[in-house]
């Protein structure tokens, strides 16, 4: 693959980091923390106040309970740096509206439909986006049989889910042969 090159002289102004934790309850359910936070290097002039580098202009974490069939239990959001103080976290607690999703069954779109716009945050809304594969690496080999051995046992989830793990090819050929469908050439 190609990555264009760094510049030499390229300067760091803006880092966002998104964290995604998964911890198991052991009673067959499973805790979701995705934080998200924004940082400048340089002074942020806010609507509401100036920010110093390195403090937090967004600072949300997303918390969710999911069983192992990727079911949503319960759902929060907390707002800990925000620029407009006692407006960006005043949605209440829109992200309740996620219990009753499946991670796997139309997440994204139902997702947009429930806290997408005004109806939520942007920022939590957007980290929200990336919790189904997150989980899904989480519960790999503890949960979803990702080897697809035994007996009657259902194709592995990853396979056709991407490039690589295409059943017509050479990785499913080599590590997956009971997967792998020969592709018929005419």
Not at 31 to 38: C, N, P, Q, S, Y
Not at 48 to 69: K, Q
Not at 130 to 135: D, G, K, M, S
Not at 143 to 165: M, N, W
Request: proline share 5%.
């Amino acid at each position: 693959m190609t990555l264009p090159p760094a510049a030499p002289q390229r300067q760091l102004k803006h880092r966002r980091q998104i964290d995604v934790q998964v911890y198991a309850r052991g009673n067959g359910l499973w805790e979701v923390d995705a934080l998200l936070t924004d940082v400048k290097t340089r002074v942020a002039h806010l609507a509401g106040g100036d920010r110093a580098p390195g403090v937090p202009l967004h600072e949300m974490l997303l918390r969710l309970v999911v069983n192992e069939r990727l079911d949503i239990v319960e759902a929060g959001s907390e707002t800990r740096w925000m620029p407009y103080t006692g407006h960006c976290n005043d949605h209440g607690d829109a992200y309740t509206a996620l219990v009753g999703l499946n991670l796997l069954q139309g997440f994204r779109s139902a997702l947009r439909e429930r806290v997408g716009g005004v109806l939520g945050c942007t920022h939590i809304t957007e980290l929200a986006q990336v919790l189904p594969t997150a989980v899904v690496q989480a519960f790999a080999g503890e949960v979803i049989d990702t080897r697809g051995h035994g007996e009657g046992a259902a194709q592995p989830f990853q396979i056709d889910r991407c490039h690589a793990l295409r059943s017509d090819g050479e990785v499913v050929r080599e590590h997956y042969p009971r997967w792998y469908r020969r592709v018929n050439v005419a």
